[in-house]
C-alpha cells in the first residue's frame, strides 16, 4: 500500500493524456467517480533564516508528503466510498502528529431515497451554524473531523429535515474515546403562514458525549448535554437570523490540559447575523458570544511531549466550528497578525484569564453608480469592513479557579480590524482597487508577546491583454510600533490562457529591530491546469506564524523549500 500511494503524484498525471469520451464503467452498472491530491515538499536548510531541518521533531526527513485518494461508487440511491490518505515519510510540518504512515482514513456506504437517508461509516455533517457541532475536513489545514457510526436522514415533507446520529470522532487513523450522540431538525414555516414574500425556518439540535469518568471525579456527570435553538427570517432585501446554544457543566482544562475537578463551569454561545441588501448597496453585521465553549469529544486534550503541544493546536477532537469572524484579506502582509476565535477557558497566568470572546463584525458595501460624479465611466466599488473582539467582562481568579462573567460589557481587547477598499476601472483593460486596513493584535493576551498597532496600504493594478490573458502588480507596506516592526512587500502575477499562471512575490522585514532578523520572504511558482487536473510547484520562504482559512488557523513553523501539489477528479 505504502509503495502504491508513493506513486500517486504519477498517477494523477494520467487524465492528462486520456480522451474525454473515456469511461470506466458502463452507465447501467453505476459510476465511479473521487479524486487524487498529493501535497509534498522539500525542505531545505536556510542560513538566511536560520532554518536547519536536521533540528526538525521525530525524523527530521528533507522530504514530506500528504497524499489522498479518494474512490466513490453510486448506483441509483446506493453509494459507497473510500479513502486512502498517506504520509510518508512523514506529514508536512505541524500536522497533527496522529497523521502517519498510509492506511485508510475514511470509508462509508450510504442509501438515500426521496424521504430517507441511512449512512454507516465515517460521515460529515453540521448542525444550523456549526457552532454546536461540526464534523468537517480541510486539508489544507490538516482538520478531518469526521465521525464514524451511523446517521438517519428523514424528510417528511419538503419544510421538514430530522437527523440522527451517533459515532466516535475521527483522530488520526483512529477515533477518540467519547461517544456522540445528536439530533437536528430544521422545519421551514413559509408554507404554514402562507408566506409570499417572506421566507421562515427554525431548527433545534442535541448533541451529547459520553466519556467515562476517571477516579474519584464526582463534580460533574459523565454524559455532557449540550443543545440549543435558531432561526433565519428572510422579508424582501432585509434578513435576521440568530442562534443560541447551551452546554451543561463540565470540569475546566486547567494550566497543563488536565481537568481540574474543582473547577466546573457551564458554558454557551450566542450568534446573530443581520443585514440588508439592494442593488448597489449591501449591509451586513454579525455578533458573537461564546463563554466556556470549546466542545471537545475528549474531555482532556493529547499533549504531544516531543512537540511540545496538545491536540488542540491542531484542532484536533473538536466537536464544534467557531472561527473568526473578521475580514479574511488576501494581502500577505495582512496576514500576519490573524485573529483565532477564543472560545475555550484559558487561565495562562494571574493577569491573563479568558473566559471566551465577546465582539462582532460590520461590512458595508457600496457601488457609485457609472456617470456619477464618484463612478466616473466605469463606476467605483467602495468596501467596508470593521471588526472588534474582546474578552468576557467579569471578575477572574486564579486561585482556586473561577470566574463570573456579564452578558454585556467587554474586557480586556483582544483584536481589532478596521479597512476600506476602493475597487475602480480605468479603461477598458485596467483594473485598479487600493486597501487600508488598521489592526490591533492583542499578542501578549492572544499567543505572548508585545501588543501591536498596525497600518497597512496596498495597492494593485490589473491589466487584460485579453479576457484569457492579465497580469497583475501589487505592492504593500505596513507600519508597526511594536514587535517586528515595519513590512514591505510586492507581488507579480501573469495568467495565460486559464492554464497557466506564474508569480513571483516577496516581503521583506526590513524594520525589525534586531538586523540578522531583517530577512526577505520570497517565493516563485506557476500552475498549470487541464480540465480537472492542476499542477503546481514552488519554491521559496515561508514565514511561521498562523496560515488560516476560512478564520480556522494552524500554526507553520519558519521553512525553505521546493511544493509540488497535484490534484484532480474523475
Not at 487524487?36 to 538566511?48: F, R, T, V
Not at 460529515?124 to 482538520?143: C, N, P
Not at 483512529?174 to 414574500?197: H, M, Q, R, W
Not at 477572574?396 to 476602493?422: H, L, W
Request: one cysteine or more; hydrophobic letters at 35%; charged letters at 20%.
Amino acid at each position: 500500500m505504502k509503495k502504491i500511494l508513493w506513486l500517486l503524484p504519477l498517477f494523477s498525471i494520467a487524465p492528462l493524456f486520456a480522451q474525454e469520451n473515456d469511461t470506466i464503467t458502463k452507465k447501467d452498472y453505476g459510476r465511479v467517480y473521487g479524486g487524487l491530491e498529493s501535497n509534498s515538499q522539500w525542505y531545505l536548510n536556510d542560513k538566511g533564516t536560520g532554518v536547519n531541518q536536521d533540528l526538525t521533531p521525530i525524523n527530521g526527513k528533507p522530504i514530506r508528503s500528504n497524499n489522498y485518494l479518494l474512490v466513490n461508487y453510486q448506483y441509483k440511491g446506493f453509494t459507497a466510498g473510500v479513502q486512502a490518505e498517506s504520509y510518508e515519510p512523514n506529514a508536512l510540518l505541524n500536522y497533527n502528529p496522529e497523521f502517519k504512515g498510509t492506511n485508510v482514513g475514511i470509508w462509508y456506504a450510504s442509501y438515500k431515497t426521496n424521504k430517507i437517508e441511512l449512512t454507516g461509516g465515517y460521515f460529515y455533517e453540521q448542525f444550523g451554524s456549526g457552532m454546536l457541532f461540526r464534523a468537517w475536513e480541510d486539508r489544507t489545514l490538516g482538520i478531518n473531523t469526521a465521525l464514524r457510526g451511523g446517521r438517519v436522514v428523514y424528510r417528511p415533507s419538503d419544510n421538514v429535515r430530522l437527523t440522527a446520529l451517533y459515532g466516535r470522532q475521527r483522530t488520526g487513523f483512529d477515533v477518540a474515546k467519547g461517544d456522540i450522540y445528536g439530533f437536528d431538525t430544521d422545519i421551514n414555516l413559509s408554507t404554514l403562514f402562507k408566506f409570499e414574500v417572506s421566507d421562515l425556518s427554525v431548527g433545534a439540535s442535541y448533541v451529547g458525549r459520553y466519556e467515562a469518568l476517571p477516579v474519584g471525579i464526582t463534580g460533574f456527570d459523565a454524559l455532557t448535554n449540550a443543545g440549543g435553538g435558531r432561526f433565519n427570517f428572510i422579508h424582501n432585501s432585509f434578513y435576521l437570523s440568530g442562534e443560541y446554544d447551551y452546554k451543561q457543566k463540565d470540569g475546566v482544562l486547567g494550566l497543563d490540559n488536565k481537568v481540574d475537578s474543582n473547577f466546573i463551569k457551564p458554558g454557551n454561545s450566542v450568534l446573530v447575523n443581520m443585514g440588508y441588501s439592494k442593488e448597489g448597496l449591501g449591509i451586513d453585521a454579525t455578533l458573537r458570544r461564546t463563554e466556556n465553549f470549546k466542545f471537545l469529544s475528549e474531555r482532556e486534550p493529547v499533549n504531544y511531549s516531543e512537540f511540545s503541544s496538545s491536540s488542540l493546536n491542531y484542532n484536533d477532537r473538536v466537536l464544534n466550528f467557531t472561527p473568526a469572524l473578521t475580514k479574511q484579506h488576501h494581502s500577505n502582509l495582512a496576514n500576519i497578525y490573524v485573529y483565532q476565535a477564543q472560545s475555550k477557558v484559558d487561565f495562562a497566568s494571574t493577569t491573563i484569564m479568558k473566559a471566551g470572546e465577546t465582539g462582532g463584525q460590520l461590512d458595508v458595501f457600496y457601488d457609485f453608480a457609472k456617470g456619477s460624479p464618484l463612478g466616473g465611466k466605469y463606476g467605483t466599488k467602495l468596501a467596508v469592513n470593521l471588526s472588534s473582539w474582546y474578552n468576557l467582562a467579569g471578575s477572574y481568579r486564579q486561585s482556586p479557579a473561577d470566574y463570573n462573567t456579564k452578558f454585556f460589557g467587554v474586557g480586556e481587547k483582544y483584536f481589532s480590524d478596521y479597512n476600506m477598499e476602493i475597487r475602480k476601472q480605468l479603461g477598458e483593460s485596467w483594473h485598479t482597487a487600493l486597501y487600508y486596513i488598521k489592526q490591533y493584535y492583542n499578542k501578549e493576551w492572544l499567543e505572548g508577546g508585545e501588543k501591536v498597532n498596525t497600518n497597512i496600504v496596498t495597492g494593485e493594478a490589473t491589466y487584460n491583454f485579453t479576457p484569457n490573458r492579465s497580469i497583475r502588480l501589487e505592492g504593500e507596506h505596513m507600519w508597526a510600533d511594536a514587535d517586528k516592526k515595519n513590512w514591505a512587500g510586492a507581488t507579480l502575477e501573469l495568467n495565460l490562457d486559464d492554464k497557466y499562471s506564474f508569480y513571483v512575490w516577496d516581503i521583506y522585514n526590513y524594520g525589525n529591530d534586531d538586523p540578522d532578523k531583517r530577512i526577505h520572504y520570497y517565493n516563485v511558482g506557476g500552475a498549470y491546469r487541464i480540465g480537472a487536473t492542476r499542477i503546481a510547484a514552488n519554491y521559496g520562504r515561508q514565514r511561521g506564524g498562523l496560515v488560516c482559512v476560512g478564520g480556522v488557523c494552524r500554526y507553520v513553523p519558519e521553512s525553505t523549500g521546493i511544493s509540488l501539489q497535484i490534484s484532480t477528479a474523475f
